[in-house]
T-cell receptor
Framework: ETGVTQSPTHLIKTRGQQVTLRCSSQ?????VSWYQQALGQGPQFIFQ???????GRGNFPPRFSGLQFPNYSSELNVNALELDDSALYLC???????????FGQGTRLTVV | GDSVTQMEGPVTLSEEAFLTINCTYT??????LFWYVQYPGEGLQLLLK?????DKGSNKGFEATYRKETTSFHLEKGSVQVSDSAVYFC?????????????FGGGTRLMVKP
């Protein structure tokens, strides 16, 4: 079975720009969650999607948005980038009800 | 809200030393508890889990016991190796929250010297 894959692995954006990060779920998983991990800190929950619907959201502003597609892959979009958005963005997939999440390697976003 | 507190690192040990990384939590209801490990430049890997009080999770020589009376889930290993050097995250998942949302501690960096 394939694991969780994220793209791109690294990118640099300018303040005020928009960015889209992508995630392919592990085979058979129907739930995708996104986390932001600032340098030296633990991951913070952004939101979760289940069957293409948002199923919970952390303390992040509306400029953080997402999508989940019928094949359970997902996108994270961030508008009006700020310097503090610089972080490692992690995608995690799981099968609803199992309580176990599997993480991708992350996308390192640098906002300059 | 739910929260997880871990001992601050870095923790520096010699090879074959005994490891303890403390983790305590605050949560409503009956959360599941996890330890994840992050190697340099990589994402998080599930190390072990426990889903109810007194459960012991174990994997690769690591173990942790779900202690509801002390709201703790301390990670232990009897003999660490250089390859165990990584950042370790304690986390909880609470069914009162959205789906499988995880609340993480701040992480503890472990450095093992030969």
């Amino acid at each position: 079975e394939t694991g969780v894959t994220q793209s791109p692995t690294h990118l640099i954006k300018t303040r005020g720009q928009q960015v889209t990060l992508r995630c392919s779920s592990q085979s058979g998983h129907n739930t995708v969650s996104w986390y932001q991990q600032a340098l030296g800190q633990g991951p913070q929950f952004i939101f979760q999607y289940y069957r293409e619907e948002e199923n919970g959201r952390g303390n992040f502003p509306p400029r953080f948005s997402g999508l989940q597609f019928p094949n359970y892959s997902s996108e994270l979009n961030v508008n009006a980038l700020e310097l503090d958005d610089s972080a490692l963005y992690l995608c995690a997939s799981s099968l609803a009800g199992t309580g176990v999440a599997f993480f991708g390697q992350g996308t390192r976003l640098t906002v300059v | 809200g739910d929260s997880v507190t871990q001992m601050e690192g870095p923790v520096t040990l010699s090879e074959e030393a005994f490891l303890t990384i403390n983790c305590t939590y605050t949560a409503t209801g009956y959360p599941s508890l996890f330890w994840y490990v992050q190697y340099p430049g990589e994402g998080l890997q599930l190390l072990l889990k426990a889903t109810k009080a007194d459960d012991k999770g174990s994997n690769k020589g690591f173990e942790a016991t779900y202690r509801k009376e002390t709201t703790s889930f301390h990670l232990e290993k009897g003999s660490v190796q250089v390859s165990d050097s990584a950042v370790y995250f304690c986390a909880l998942s609470n069914r009162n929250n959205a789906g499988n949302m995880l609340t993480f501690g701040g992480g503890t960096r472990l450095m093992v010297k030969p």
